[in-house]
């Protein structure tokens, strides 16, 4: 479990975002801010990712791919659903082709607010979503 902990692979997706929360995830990479101290590291590949990092809104076009992305994930697995509009569609809600925030999709562990989220409140809330991170990885062991 500590494993996962303190190294954990973040697969970072953006739905149809401003890109301003975009920004805000790559400040974290940043070395102002420097999550990568913490062992965090940013992946491209959802077969290696233990976080799902998402921002912006879901539309009709990529439900499906955030759909196979979090499929293809191993378990256990958490969701961090960053900014207003992954969270609940933002100021895109009312747009003809958006479904809503992540949640409308696949189930979300962490909802990070703010237009944009602000760094410091992405990096807390990927490290809450470890803290869930850790309690799947019992429960998975549970199971066994």
Known sequence: ????????WILHYDGTSCNGCDIEVLACLTPLYDVERFGIINTGNPKHADVFLITGSVNEQNIPVVKQLYEQMPE?????AVGICATSGGIFAECYNVAGGVDKVIP???YVPGCAARPEAIIDGVVKGLEILGEKKKNVGKRQ
């Open 1 to 8: 479990m500590d494993g996962i902990k303190k190294s954990p």
């Open 76 to 80: 256990p697995k958490v969701v961090v």
């Open 108 to 110: 979300v562990d962490v």
